[in-house]
């Protein structure tokens, strides 16, 4: 389809000029954006507005682009089939484009500005409305009265005669404010959509802002990042500009920038909390030790270019009865209080994993979930019990009644010691399995189990407790008060308590266990294996890194929370732990960073 432009101007002598050009294609687009097939300088035509397209059978489709609308033959549409051998006039702005077509040829777009003074011999033409109303001034005056009137001193007053309300979250006070829809700024976020209609659930002074103590009625369980002194002296150093705006904020009431509002505004319509951005962190972070020189850790401003090596919390000493912090740059060593090689265990081709095939419940080599088992909150793994994870290869069984074996109680030396002491007291009736011990299990291996000849329960105590006993394969034999005992077993729940980490997100479609523990190659239960700085930065990068199919762009909201004591990892002693945590709230504490 052609289309024949045909614009009609006129000099300001009144001479008309006329320009064609002709368009081959099958739609034409019209607007103030000087890119259009037509452009219409006009401040009340939108920049894309009207497309005209060839709707088959001679026909043309008029269909507005923008919001506007446009005028066809009198009427507004926003759609239209015109016919341009009856033909049109459209009304865009000022523009009056006549669409016409004469027998085969193009179709003819006429356009032309409407004259400023058309109509002027009209019979209402001397009509104005303003002689039937007041003056401008007068009507300006009386649009503000009513506007103090109803908007301001309305709520006012009837807020003023009300009874007294109280700051409660959960009811709505009596006695209605009105017109005060008209101070909102916008719908509350999808956290606070229940507090609609109760403004004074926060706003409990008039003309004040809300206030932190009123926040922390509801939010009492959140914690600070740091104490208010703390975090002052921490913070970066505002500009000058921003210092000038806080002073002006504070003498309206603000709280400041450490204040809750500072960084959740609302009345920003129904939407979820954002979490931080790595700036966010990074302002104070960055070089925080040149303002707190006390603090034990390092700075901090983009994973993947600064940030400080991981400092694990774990036991480095037996007996000890707290656990530390130590960076994994010094090498440290795990002292658990267990012999245990890792390596051995996972050997496909070791006596484990044969004993491992024959027996059903695993029908194969060992894998790291026989053992470790994912905890419902799929963030960490449950203790690993000896009865359910290593009894099935490491047999306690010292007797047998009947159908039924009897075990060794383990957990309590006092529990041993009794059961040793019923051993001795009579015959014991071989245990038969059906199957020998070899290679590793058979006498003079390192699994090898050896419970002492029962001449005595002293005997049988000690033997068991000697590292060539049944307890010592797995266990550090010591004394006690001169008594026969084994070193406490200490293995922390959770290692990294300054972070939030959750395994699921790393399952088997992302990763294998190995590719972050080295337990296949690990000999000692001394080695800690827990993945460096390094191994995380193969596939997390800061937040401004490219995301590609391996990396990840991570800001610091991803491992980390403003407010501590909320992150879902928290140890079950915490202070101000709430009532109801877990993992369905890990997403909206990590958006409760503060901005």
Aim: aromatic share 6%; proline share 6%; charged share 25%.
């Amino acid at each position: 389809m052609a289309f024949l432009i045909r614009t009609i101007d006129f000099t300001a002598a009144g001479r008309e000029i006329i320009r064609d050009r002709t368009l081959d294609q099958s739609e034409v687009s019209i607007g103030r954006a000087s890119e259009n097939d037509i452009h219409l300088p006009d401040l009340a035509v939108e920049q894309r507005h009207l497309r005209l397209s060839d709707a088959g059978d001679g026909m043309l489709a008029a269909e507005a682009i923008g919001g506007l609308g446009f005028g066809i033959d009198g009427r507004s549409e926003t759609s239209a089939r015109i016919d341009p051998n009856i033909g049109a006039e459209l009304s865009i702005g000022s523009s009056r484009l006549a669409i016409s077509r004469d027998g085969d040829g193009p179709v003819q777009i006429v356009i032309k500005q409407v004259v400023k003074d058309e109509g002027a011999h009209d019979a209402l033409q001397g009509f104005a409305l303003s002689s039937a109303l007041p003056s401008k001034r007068i009507m300006a005056w009386l649009f503000s009265g009513a506007i103090l009137i109803l908007l301001l001193s309305v709520p006012i007053i009837t807020h003023l005669v009300r009874a007294p309300v109280e700051n409660d979250p959960e009811n709505i006070a009596e006695g209605q404010v009105l017109f005060d829809a008209t101070w909102s700024s916008g719908e509350l976020s999808m956290a606070h959509h229940d507090l609609e209609g109760n403004c004074e659930a926060c706003h409990a002074t008039p003309f004040v802002s809300v206030q932190d103590e009123t926040c922390l009625t509801c939010h009492e369980e959140l914690g600070d990042h740091a104490k208010m002194p703390r975090l002052a002296e921490g913070m970066a150093p505002l500009s000058t500009g921003d210092a000038m705006q806080w002073r002006i904020a504070e003498t309206f009431g603000k709280e400041g920038p450490l204040g809750c509002v500072s960084c959740h505004s609302e009345h920003e319509g129904p939407v979820k909390l954002e979490a931080a951005t790595e700036q966010f962190c990074s302002d104070c972070h960055n070089e925080l030790d040149s303002r707190l020189t006390d603090v034990s850790f390092g700075n901090a401003s983009d994973f993947g270019k600064k940030h400080p090596q991981f400092r694990p919390q774990f036991f480095t000493a037996h007996f000890d009865k707290k656990p530390v912090r130590v960076s994994l740059d010094k090498a440290p060593k795990e002292m658990s209080g267990l012999i245990f090689p890792h390596d051995v265990h996972m050997d496909e081709n070791s006596g484990v994993a044969r004993m491992a095939i024959s027996l059903s419940e695993y029908g194969g080599p060992l894998e790291c979930s026989n053992c470790h088992e994912e905890e419902e909150d799929k963030i960490g793994f449950a203790p690993v019990e000896m009865e359910q994870a290593c009894e099935s290869c490491h047999s306690l069984v010292f007797d047998r009644a009947g159908p039924n074996f009897r075990s060794l109680r383990h957990g309590d030396i006092d529990d041993l010691m009794a059961d040793l002491a019923s051993m001795d007291r009579g015959p014991r009736r071989p245990v038969v399995s059906g199957r020998g011990r070899p290679g590793q299990f058979a006498q003079g291996g390192p699994y090898y189990s050896n419970f002492g000849r029962p001449m005595s329960a002293y005997i049988a105590i000690n033997r068991a407790l000697e590292p060539t006993g049944v307890c010592g394969e797995c266990h550090i034999p010591t004394s006690t008060n001169g008594r026969r005992d084994l070193t406490p077993v200490n293995l922390p729940d959770r290692f990294l308590m300054r972070g939030h980490f959750t395994h699921e997100a790393h399952g088997d479609d992302v990763a294998e266990c190995a590719d972050c523990h080295t337990a296949d190659t690990s000999s000692e239960a001394t080695d800690l294996l827990i993945p460096d700085l390094e191994s995380c930065r193969d596939c997390h990068l800061g937040e401004t890194a490219v995301k590609t199919e391996e990396i990840v762009p991570s800001s610091c909201a991803m491992c980390h929370g403003y407010h501590t004591p909320t992150m879902p990892w928290r140890p079950e002693d915490h202070p101000n732990l709430p009532g109801n945590g877990g993992n369905a709230s890990v997403a909206a504490i990590l958006s409760s960073l503060r901005r």
